[in-house]
């Protein structure tokens, strides 16, 4: 359940020729993909999210130049992470309000989300609703191309993980050990 | 006994040491197709089961439906997690055939990670069996009159043949 505050701020999000991995970090008064992104209409071909509630078929796709019957993705809102693939380099801007409070149902096994925090935060930190049923997040920063995933692996030695901190322009990855909400505050 | 110790203990110990772990990788982006399906160049029936098969094993089925006056479809196919003894699903470059309820459809499809494809599905014609077709009675004589009447004719025969026998032997002597 979220509640938007009435602060509405802004975002710019740039986004690079290729995969990119983000979360569309604000309260979106109209969810429709299309809306949403309407900024870098002509510069994206194929969006996916995946459905974690849907473990026999988890994937939802967008792809602009296929027929309506093909695509099972239409909206799209904070709690998820999106792949997007730009066919050349855009930025995509996000408008709506802050939600002060984001809940995400999280399904064991993996989970596609979005963060909509305002900070960037320590994953313990960020992630803190769901201490210990969580035991591996990815990152995927579109932004550099020569090492673009992030690792944070709960079991693993600090130097063994590229991931500390989560930010809200990224779609994350968690491996989540059993169902439980994840909670973000702002 | 005590040196396999030590050493099963040394591996251990590297094991912990090094931080090793392991670690399973997230889902990699489908490979989708869309399009139309027909079989024998017509409409499949709403609802049929649409499936993709890489190496003989199922990864993804679909229902077809109807759009502007066609049969189609749309199927995520998943890919393998390569960090898991199991496969999940297809890697790049595998052939991915599709069937069409049970009947195996062309073209088969190329497994490719984060792409959308247009691919149209045709089955083959259902296959006619011989039980589909029914036997049309044929008039025969019943089964007691024809074993009476060929007894009859053997009997008589035999009979026939002892008496000519009996003739030859008599002119012989």
């Not at chain 1, 802004?10 to 979360?23: A, E």
């Not at chain 1, 996000?94 to 993996?110: E, F, K, M, N, R």
């Not at chain 1, 944070?152 to 169902?179: D, K, M």
């Not at chain 2, 160049?41 to 049929?48: F, R, S």
Request: glycine letters at 6%; one cysteine or more; proline letters at 7%.
């Amino acid at each position: 359940m979220n509640n938007p505050q009435t602060i509405n701020v802004t975002l710019l999000l740039p986004l690079q020729t290729g995969w990119n991995l983000i979360s569309i970090p604000r309260d979106q008064a109209d969810t429709a993909i299309t809306t949403v992104l309407s900024s870098i209409s002509g510069s994206y071909d194929l969006v996916y999210a995946y459905d974690a509630s849907d473990p026999t078929n988890p994937w939802r796709k967008y792809n602009v130049n296929a027929p309506p019957y093909s695509n099972n993705l239409s909206q799209i809102n904070e709690t998820m992470g999106v792949w997007v693939h730009m066919t050349t380099e855009g930025t995509l801007t996000v408008a709506g309000s802050i939600p002060p409070t984001t809940s995400i149902q999280l399904y064991q096994g993996w989970n596609l989300v979005g963060y909509p925090g305002i900070q960037a935060k320590a994953i313990s930190e960020a992630l803190s609703s769901i201490a210990d049923k969580y035991t591996l997040i990815y990152a995927y920063d579109a932004s550099n191309p020569a090492d673009p995933w992030k690792k944070y692996n709960v079991g693993a030695p600090a130097w063994a993980n590229n991931l500390s901190e989560v930010r809200s322009r990224l779609g994350y990855w968690i491996l989540a050990t059993e169902n439980c909400v994840l909670t973000i505050n702002n | 006994m005590r040196s396999r110790a030590i050493v099963a203990s040394m591996a251990l110990t590297i094991l912990l040491l090094s931080g090793t772990t392991v670690v399973e990788a997230m889902p990699p982006l489908p490979s989708s197709f869309h399009g139309t399906v027909k079989r024998d160049g017509t409409n499949v029936a709403e609802g049929t089961v649409v499936s993709a098969w890489i190496n003989g094993v199922k990864y993804a089925e679909t229902q077809s439906q109807m759009y502007q006056g066609n049969s189609v479809y749309a199927i995520n196919v998943p890919g393998d997690d390569p960090d898991t003894t199991q496969v999940e699903g297809g890697v790049e470059g595998n052939t991915i055939v599709f069937k069409v309820g049970d009947s195996t459809a062309s073209p088969t499809g190329t497994w490719h990670t984060g792409t959308d494809v247009d691919l149209n599905l045709t089955a083959p014609p259902t296959a006619v069996t011989l039980s589909s077709f029914t036997a049309k009675p044929v008039a025969v004589p019943p089964v007691g009159f024809t074993s009476r009447f060929l007894l009859a004719l053997a009997v008589t025969g035999l009979i026939a043949l002892l008496a000519a026998s009996a003739i030859l032997v008599k002119d012989a002597k």
